[in-house]
């Protein structure tokens, strides 16, 4: 089983900065795609950013150039920086871990599956 744990969310003014923190407890965190996604009051759940397992990073069209996402693996942990925050980031922001399929290791099998934290919230305040 995995269990994540959000935190640094908060109130922040607009042109503002922060920091999100998510903490992975479980096996083998480097091989699961680390994400976070978001949920604004009357719309769908989306996806902000995420980074694979071999690094590669991508953002929505709408955060680029503010928002970094980065990994720690040593630390099971990923954060989201996000700057020039704008009221339109407001949501409930939350950490996903997806491992598509089984993951063999002699033995030992990790199965696949997709988790979640239980979110943090972000207002920015206008």
């Known amino acids: 089983q995995v269990q994540l744990v959000e935190s640094g969310g908060g109130l922040v003014q607009p042109g503002g900065s922060l920091k999100l923190g998510c903490v992975f407890s479980?096996?083998?965190?480097?091989?699961?795609?680390m994400a976070w996604y978001r949920q604004a009051p009357g719309k769908q759940r989306e996806p902000v950013a995420e980074?694979?397992?071999?690094?590669?990073?991508n953002y929505t069209d709408s955060v680029k150039g503010r928002f970094t996402i980065s990994r720690d693996n040593a630390k099971n942990t990923v954060s989201l920086q996000m700057n020039s925050l704008k009221p339109e980031d407001t949501a409930v922001y939350y950490c996903?871990?997806?491992?598509?399929?089984?993951?063999?290791?002699?033995?030992?099998?990790?199965?696949?599956?997709?988790?979640w934290g239980q979110g943090t919230q972000v207002t920015v305040f206008s």
């Open positions: 479980g096996m083998i965190f480097p091989i699961y795609t």
């Open positions: 980074v694979t397992p071999v690094g590669r990073t």
């Open positions: 996903n871990a997806d491992l598509p399929g089984d993951y063999d290791i002699g033995d030992r099998e990790i199965p696949g599956g997709s988790y």
